[in-house]
């Protein structure tokens, strides 16, 4: 793939003021990688967006699991296990699930943990804080599976995934809950994330050695215009069980995993190059990506997708935005960003809720087909 090895500066005006970008380093040009949006969030105005995460840009599953592999690839091979993969929610599960299936391919000794905003009426481990976020607390469940639970409260090495680390806080966060709520043996920690604007912040605040793997490195300035308005943020942040809630016995990595079959509609048919889009909601997004890449496989055109609750303002990166309720019952507003009515042949929605949970409106407007998980 390219890659750039001297600086790159620049410069995105928003509504609140100008993002000043420096690349410093990238393996895949920074156009194929990422572009910029606003937020809609007084606490930060800005967000890198990934083109090829598949959640608010439809991405193809060969070149989103690429990009996983490359990051995987620069994890150090050496790590002493057990070794503790963790995926931040939501943005990031579904990249830390693939991550930890490109690492642990010739280990046993690695699980996979994702934060969640859904408690699922099990033990909780911890809850650490995303404080710029739109939804700042993450929750941290303990495993049931005795091994699940010995492999991580032994882990030696942590890795921690996240699609873009601005300032590092977050990890630092996540890593100090964890060590306070028992993870005592930590010795090695890894920070594993598409775009790195940290600058190393993370290793010089914790007392471990810290390396990172990424597919770009650089820096940001956003210089605010005091006399713009801030917007107002809708309602997302809410932390409970929901209408639909979900069910522990049906996990695919909050409740930790080693491994994830890929179960979801095993009878479904394509046909040579038919345009698909699949569409993952919410956190719920490692079933449907493997659904995904098999229907990739078999020939179809596929790209995928999530529905967030990122609230996020049109332009820039965000060229079209779908508004709907959540498939939780949470009552809160959901988003599916830049896919338009028509595009795609066939459009599937993946739920770990009830069909009757999703959207109405969404699956009219895109004519799409509901796919629940059924464990």
Known sequence: MDSITSPERHNVQLMRGQLEVMVDHAVIEPDRLFDIAERRNPRRAFLFVSKVLGRHIPARPSLMSASAQQLADGIPADLPGPVLVVGMAETAVGLGASVHRAFSTDRDDVVYLTSTRHPLGTELFTRFEEEHSHASAHLIHMPQDDTLRALMLNARSLVMVDDEASTGKTFINLYQALVNAGLKHVERVVTCVLTDWSSGSVGESIGVPVSQTSLLQGRYQFIEDPEAPLPEMPEVATVSAGEWPVRPDNDWGRLGTRNVNDTLAPGLQVRPGERVLVVGTGEFVWRPFLLAERLEREGADVFF?????????????????????????????????NVRPGEFDRVLICSETSAQAVSRELTEILQAEVIVDAG
């Open 305 to 337: 997708s999530s529905t967030t609750r990122s609230p996020i303002a049109r332009g820039h990166a965000i060229k079209h935005a779908l508004a709907f309720t959540d498939n939780y019952g949470l009552g809160i507003p959901n988003y599916l960003y």
